[in-house]
């Protein structure tokens, strides 16, 4: 398994290109980026649909869709559902705990602004990797020692279930602990005015941002 797309991929959250309407001298880009934000990872409704004029239906989708495009890495897995459901409640904690501070946005001559956004990333991937390293290795001594002394082989889909699940436990008990955070780092995300006063963030943007939320230099 690609460890770097198996684990951390897939904790990466889609951004689509968010887009508001409004006229630049009453526009508040950082409340807009915070908004975006929210609803993005923390489910949090309420400025998205006030700056967006999005039902809530609309807002709350952001974040399931979200959720759910995560989920669809799983799918090729044929994990069972009990253990898709706990990965599922898992990836929600972690993007609720995601850490970010928006500052203040700064305006262009075009009417463009440019908002810089402070990324703690969670650590607890990282703090626990050793961890679930030496648990898989004696599960897989385990399972040659059984074999051994005649006890059946387990497809291979068993074991990478039963690898997901200690992986599982692990992160649980990790987070149920408490929430790690690593030094904060910056990205400058741009509110780009197009069309009609269309604001968008670009996607490239969020991305950065994105892949900083999770600390990942174990790989």
Do not use: W
């Amino acid at each position: 398994m690609n460890k770097k797309r198996g684990i951390v991929s897939i904790l990466i959250l889609s951004m689509a290109v968010m887009m508001l309407s409004g006229c630049a001298r009453k526009f508040d880009a950082s409340g807009y980026t915070k908004a975006v934000l929210d609803v993005c990872y923390k489910g949090e409704t309420e400025q998205y649909m006030k700056l967006t004029n999005s039902s809530k239906e609309e807002a709350e989708a952001v974040f399931s869709d979200n959720m759910e495009q995560i989920m669809e890495e799983f799918a090729a897995l044929n994990l069972s559902e009990e253990l898709q459901a706990s990965y599922k409640e898992f990836f929600e904690d972690l993007a609720k705990n995601v850490k970010y501070t928006v500052g203040e946005a700064v305006p262009d001559k075009k009417g463009n602004f440019t908002v810089d956004v402070s990324v703690e990333p969670i650590t607890n991937l990282q703090d626990t990797y050793e961890e679930f390293m030496t648990k898989t290795e004696e599960y897989t001594t385990q399972v040659s020692n059984d074999i051994i002394n005649g006890g059946e082989t387990p497809s291979e889909q068993e074991m990478q279930n039963k690898v997901f699940e200690i992986y599982y436990n692990i992160l649980r008990t990790s987070i149920d602990a408490g929430i790690n955070y690593g030094e904060a780092q910056t990205v400058t995300m741009h509110v780009n005015k197009g069309n009609n006063n269309v604001y968008e963030i670009p996607e490239a943007d969020l991305t950065a941002l994105d892949e900083l939320t999770i600390a990942a230099d174990i790989f």
